[in-house]
T-cell receptor, first 111, second 115 residues
Framework: GQNIDQPTEMTATEGAIVQINCTYQ??????LFWYQQHAGEAPTFLSY??LDGLEEKGRFSSFLSRSKGYSYLLLKELQMKDSASYLC????????????WGAGTKLIIKP | DAGVTQSPTHLIKTRGQQVTLRCSPK?????VSWYQQALGQGPQFIFQ???????QRGNFPDRFSGHQFPNYSSELNVNALLLGDSALYLC??????????????FGSGTRLTVV
């Protein structure tokens, strides 16, 4: 079967760094996405990894290890507006048409 | 630059009724995917439309059907509504031939409540 696991909830302090992990088991692999979703809003694209390694985009970075079926999203210099759910999604090799999604990690930022 | 627009924003229906949700893709996008997102869960793929045809379908019953029009806009129809159909329905658009490295652009969703 296909499965994506993320922690349900994490708490961090404003200004700090937090790492959100994602492990996946899918029928092939064609890329991994991270999306941010504020409560009641649509998911918005954060990052895409298809090769192993770290992709950095400002305060956000995403890492992928295909051999381990593992990714993480690193958020630096946390701001209150970063309080949201962070969704990990994988594009399986046998389908270029859909994403398999994790349930999301709710990140709570405290002052 | 208009993003993905969905209508209506919120909807309340009674069990057994039928509902139609609408989506206009982002300018330049020709592929529309529909997802169902239950509270506290990740989105679940319903189906995708390209060139006015259903290209792939997720694990949803035939009560869920769709359509894509020549202008790339799309409708999602759900018949014989069940309480369990209550969810946020997301429309996502992308360029042809599947996902590029920017993934989907999502609309704000339609919150469907079945009572």
């Amino acid at each position: 079967g296909q499965n994506i696991d993320q922690p349900t909830e994490m708490t961090a302090t404003e200004g700090a760094i937090v790492q959100i992990n994602c492990t996946y088991q899918t029928s092939g692999f064609n890329g991994l996405f991270w999306y941010q979703q504020h409560a009641g809003e649509a998911p918005t694209f954060l990052s895409y990894n298809v090769l192993d390694g770290l992709e950095e985009k400002g305060r956000f970075s995403s890492f992928l290890s295909r051999s381990k079926g593992y990714s993480y999203l690193l958020l630096k210099e946390l701001q209150m507006k970063d309080s949201a759910s962070y969704l990990c999604a994988v594009a399986p090799r046998d389908s270029n048409y859909q994403l398999i999604w994790g349930a999301g990690t709710k990140l709570i930022i405290k002052p | 630059d208009a993003g993905v627009t969905q209508s209506p924003t919120h909807l309340i229906k009674t069990r057994g009724q039928q509902v139609t949700l609408r989506c206009s893709p982002k300018s330049g996008h020709d592929t529309v995917s529909w997802y169902q997102q239950a509270l506290g869960q990740g989105p679940q793929f319903i189906f995708q439309y390209y060139e006015e045809e259903e290209r792939q379908r997720g694990n949803f019953p035939d009560r869920f059907s769709g359509h894509q029009f020549p202008n790339y806009s799309s409708e999602l129809n759900v018949n014989a509504l069940l309480l369990g159909d209550s969810a946020l329905y997301l429309c996502a658009s992308s360029e042809r031939a599947g996902l590029n490295n920017y993934g989907y652009t999502f609309g704000s969703g339609t919150r469907l409540t079945v009572v």
